[in-house]
């Protein structure tokens, strides 16, 4: 039980990462309308989830937790994945400040890398089911977005919790096909959010960072 509230302090809000800064394109398509409610919101998470980064950053993080991982190799892949130069800093900027402060915490050596890849390497000490981490991970990374639209849209808590929710089932699928998959298994698809998060660099009023 340690291990597993280990993993949830690493991924709540209160870690500081700064994920509440990065809304990961989400910004800009609430901005031109293309995310306008609470279905809306559903939708674009999900598609993020099976066909952006989610799976894409499941695949990388599971590869990490394994004691053979080449964790240079895959922070190199994560890097050279990110389809915008924001999403580059989402990536890195969360994954450093992880690895600093886990390390901060536990005195191990955890060098700057790619958020996916640093939760991996820090987190395969943990012994936690591969398909448990993955979950945590997606989830956090689908409240904080949750999050992101109740701040910036007409969204209340109650719905904003509501869409969360209803993407428990996803999630959960998603960790568990993440652990039959390989590197060849890499790829995205999710090209709205892609192309938001490239609108999103030359927004003349920005919250968020990405």
Do not use: C
Request: hydrophobic residues 50%; proline residues 4%; aromatic residues 6%.
């Amino acid at each position: 039980m340690t291990a597993l509230l280990t993993l949830v302090q690493w991924l709540s809000p209160a870690f500081p990462t700064g994920s509440f800064a990065y809304s990961h394109g989400l910004e800009a398509a609430i901005s031109d309308g293309t995310v306008s409610n609470a279905k809306g919101l559903q939708l674009w998470l999900s598609e993020v989830l099976k066909f952006g980064a989610g799976q894409q950053d499941a695949i990388l993080l599971v590869q990490a937790l394994r004691g053979d991982a080449d964790h240079d190799a895959l922070d190199a892949m994560a890097r050279a994945l990110q389809p915008s130069s924001e999403r580059l800093t989402e990536t890195l900027d969360q994954g450093a400040a992880f690895a600093a402060t886990v390390a901060g915490l536990t005195g191990r050596a955890l060098p700057p890398r790619a958020l996916p890849v640093a939760v991996g390497e820090a987190a395969g000490a943990l012994g936690l089911p591969e398909a448990q981490v993955t979950a945590l991970y997606l989830h956090a990374f689908a409240s904080n977005l949750t999050s992101v639209a109740m701040r910036f849209m007409p969204l209340g808590q109650a719905e904003g919790q509501g869409v969360l929710a209803a993407l428990h089932p996803l999630i959960d699928a998603l960790a568990g096909e993440a652990i039959t998959l390989t590197l060849d298994d890499l790829g995205a698809a999710a090209f709205g959010a892609d192309l938001a998060a490239m609108r999103h660099e030359t927004m003349d009023v920005r919250i968020f960072r990405t």
